[in-house]
């Protein structure tokens, strides 16, 4: 595949998938911070590894972190974009090494529209509810995130897999409401 055509290969699935996010934070009352979600996908940082290691079926920081065992652009991604659970490591004041932090509600239901956009995207018209579920479960990411964050991500995968979009994403937006305002 030519330079071009990877440019806008991997210009137009990032911005797919934005589009996806963004309408899936606007049905969970997160507009504002659907239209936050990845812009910076478009630095050069992670746009141009992004355009070099374009597929179309998978993740480009996986070429990058094969050809350099690991990946800049996810680095930098991961360090920027709160809706990931490896942006909340800290040290924890306990044990004195690092962990990760329970994530802020609204990120977790952010993280939840963003993994449900990119199943569309990569699985394409074969896309069914369980698909964000079962890539969740078959990776050793809930083994490491901090358990609070997982129970709650793996609720709402659970959710739409089990009683579809419209119900998830109604309970989404009722949820994220009383957390906000028992918050005050």
């Not at 141009?48 to 972190?65: A, C, F, H, L, Q």
């Not at 942006?87 to 004195?96: F, G, L, V």
């Not at 069914?128 to 793996?154: C, Q, W």
């Amino acid at each position: 595949m030519n330079t071009l055509r990877k440019f806008f290969g991997h210009f137009h699935t990032v911005t797919r998938h934005r589009h996806i996010v963004i309408k899936n934070c606007a049905r969970a009352g997160l507009l504002w911070q659907g239209l936050k979600h990845d812009l910076s996908k478009y630095s050069p940082t992670e746009f141009i590894p992004g355009v070099k290691y374009y597929t179309g079926d998978r993740s480009p920081n996986e070429g990058e972190r094969r050809d350099l065992g690991y990946s800049k652009a996810w680095i930098h991604h991961k360090g920027r974009n709160r809706h990931h659970f490896e942006y909340w490591q800290d040290i924890s004041t306990q044990t004195h090494k690092y962990e990760y932090m329970p994530m802020p509600y609204r990120y977790v239901a952010e993280m939840f529209c963003d993994r449900v956009a990119a199943s569309k995207i990569y699985r394409g018209k074969e896309y069914v509810d369980s698909d964000p579920l079962n890539y969740f479960v078959g990776r050793h990411a809930k083994s490491i995130m901090n358990p609070k964050t997982a129970e709650e991500l793996e609720e709402l995968l659970r959710m739409l897999a089990e009683k579809g979009e419209k119900h998830t994403f109604k309970y989404l937006k009722q949820e994220i409401k009383r957390r906000k305002k028992n918050e005050r």
